[in-house]
Every structure is written in C-alpha cells, then in structure tokens.
C-alpha cells in the first residue's frame, strides 16, 4: 500500500510552491485546515490563487495569508467578515473572483467529476455572465461555467486512516469532500487518525482514492464567525 501519513503540516505542504492554485475546505471557520495554513504561513509561499467558500477573518484562517500577502487571487463567494480582504480589493492589490455558491459548489464538483462545464441559471442577466455563453434550454436561459480544479486541495476532516478515507463531521462536511476529489495532490488534516480497517465503510465520505497525503493535526481552535447569546 502506498505511504500516505506524514509527519505533520510541514511536512505535508512542502512542495506547495508559489503561484500554485489551492483549494482550501471549510465553509466561514468550520471545518478549515488550520494546521496546513499555520505551515504555509511559515512556508512564505507567496503568488497563490485561493478557492475557498469564505476569505476568513483577519486574524484566523485564510486572513493569516491575506495579511502576509501570500495569496494574490481569490476565487470565492462569501468574503464579509475579513475587513483586509476588503481593503485589498478596494486598493487593487488583490484579483477577485466572486462566485454565486452553489456555483462554486458545483464547478469545484465538476473539476472532482471530470465535467469541463455546465449549465446553470445562475447568474443570468448579472455581470457574472460578462464574457460567458448563454443557452436557452426549454424556454429558459442557463449560463455555461466551466469546472474547477487545483494544485493541491487542503481539506480538514474529523477522523482518517492511515489509507486515506475521511469521516466529516456535522458543518465541516462542506465544500471539503468537494475539494478532496477536485485537487491534483489532495492533503488531509485530521483530528484523529486510526489504522487502516478501522472506519466503517458506511460513514466514510471520502473514500482515500482521493487523498495522497494525511496527518494528524493538533491545537485546532475551532472559532466562531459571529457569536450571538439572548437571554434565557
């Protein structure tokens, strides 16, 4: 069997190199591959196009790399909570690329798929469609996007094996099993990781055809986004 379990995220992400396109899971702050962007960060990797449902906040996540202006492009549809990712914009010092998120969803499906392109109605009529085909299906019009794929996919899963299969656990079964299937080189950080054997088959969501390398992260911090209390 191939040896797919290494050290930790240093490891993992060393040959990730600048102007690489990555993939990186999570949907706001769950379920993101902490450990991996912690690496990248002391990597100085620099000149990376982003695809991530969210851009972080300023001071976790994908907002560590935006603020070390690591990441020159991002490919994204909720960019709200990172107040540098919008000065960045503002200023022209960062490529954006937003995206409806089920389309997102569906083209980083597409890439793990092997489908080129597809329809959807999505955007029809907007500026999303600059540049774009159009097709009328039925009497209504769809708008092709072509699919998504990436250098490296950095997914964070709850429990792997040793051979790679991934459990998600609640919200962070996201866009991760999505961006799993859609990298080139897909890395898995996980919370647990148990021999091969040891996951029942059923309530694997990744299988590890998918994953070439895996490790088992530590110190997640887990936050939330925007944390709302009322009174009992």
Not at 193 to 199: D, N, Q, R, Y
Request: hydrophobic share 40%; with cysteine.
């Amino acid at each position: 069997m191939i040896q797919k379990t290494v050290e930790n995220a240093e490891a993992a992400v060393k040959d990730i190199s600048d102007n690489m396109v990555l993939m990186l899971g999570g949907f706001g702050l769950c379920g993101i591959p902490e450990n991996c962007i912690s690496a990248l960060l002391k990597s100085g990797v620099k000149g990376l196009t982003c695809i991530s449902n969210n851009a972080g906040v300023d001071d976790f996540g994908i907002g560590l790399m935006l603020q070390s202006r690591q990441v020159k492009k991002m490919i994204s549809s909720y960019v709200g909570e990172n107040a540098e990712f919008e000065r960045q914009l503002l200023q022209g010092e960062l490529e954006v690329q937003l995206i409806p998120q089920g389309t997102l969803a569906e083209r980083i499906r597409a890439g793990g798929a092997g489908i080129p392109a597809f329809f959807t109605p999505a955007g029809v009529g907007t500026e999303i469609a600059e540049g774009k085909e159009i097709r009328e299906f039925h009497g209504k019009k769809y708008l092709m996007e072509e699919w998504l794929q990436a250098d490296f996919a950095l997914v964070k899963a709850w429990k792997g094996d040793t051979a790679g299969n991934l459990i998600f656990k609640g919200t962070a079964r996201n866009f991760n099993p999505l961006m799993a299937a859609a990298g080139k080189i897909t890395i898995a950080e996980v919370e647990e990781l148990v021999p091969a054997g040891e996951l029942n088959p059923n309530e694997i969501h990744t299988p590890g055809i998918y994953v070439q390398r895996i490790f088992q992260g530590s110190g997640y911090e887990k936050r939330i986004e925007q944390r709302t209390v009322r009174e009992a």
